[in-house]
């Protein structure tokens, strides 16, 4: 449980930790989305939600690699939950010059990089689950149909077969009725 997250946390500040004053590419967005989850689980007092946030966070990290922002925008989130381990990695990683984490701003979000790039969109035919697809987040329904029907477990399904209606619901699903 908490022992093995923080000893994963702590692994992690000792490892290779990349030079870098801002967020590395592959983690950018993992990162926004995470400091806004936490920001919104503290203000709601779900304490739990927004440390299992930063163990995604974690995995994230030792999935692409880490930089000493990276590292910073992690301890500063979860100083509130462990602060004596975070002061101690604080200062291994050379912020001691800041001041305590404690005393530091919390990192601010940027909204538009909290959203995917990219969604997975359930398709169905007459309501039967058939596959998901992935298409650029916010596509209109006739993008989204388009992209659905050229895939190939979807065109063997409606082989013969003529769509009468589409129900599309954004981001989500696409269900081709067809008859």
């Known amino acids: 449980g908490c022992k093995r997250f923080l000893d994963r946390v702590w692994n992690l ?49 030792y999935a692409n690699g880490v930089n000493k922002a990276d590292m910073r925008a992690l301890l500063l989130m979860l100083s509130p939950f462990a602060p004596h381990i ?7 990683l050379g912020f001691a010059g ?4 404690c005393t530091q701003p919390w990192p601010a979000y940027d909204e538009s990089k909290t959203k995917d790039a990219e969604v997975t969109v359930a398709v169905q035919i007459c309501g039967k689950m058939k596959n998901t697809i992935q298409v650029p987040a916010d596509s209109e329904e006739d993008a989204v149909s388009a992209a659905a029907q050229a895939d190939a477990k979807v065109a063997k399904a409606l082989e013969g077969k003529k769509i009468v209606k589409v129900i599309y619901v954004k981001n989500r699903l696409i269900n081709l009725i067809a008859k």
């Not at 806004?36 to 689980?41: H, I, T, Y």
């Not at 975070?86 to 291994?92: G, I, K, L, P």
């Not at 800041?98 to 984490?101: I, K, L």
């Open 13 to 61: 500040h000792e490892g290779e930790i990349a030079e870098g004053a801002a967020y590395s590419a592959a983690n950018e967005g993992a990162i926004h989305k995470t400091i806004k989850k936490v920001s919104d689980d503290i203000e709601n007092m779900k304490f739990n939600t927004a440390i299992a946030a930063l163990m995604a966070l974690v995995n994230t990290f």
């Open 86 to 92: 975070v002061e101690e990695m604080w200062e291994h």
């Open 98 to 101: 800041e001041g305590m984490a």
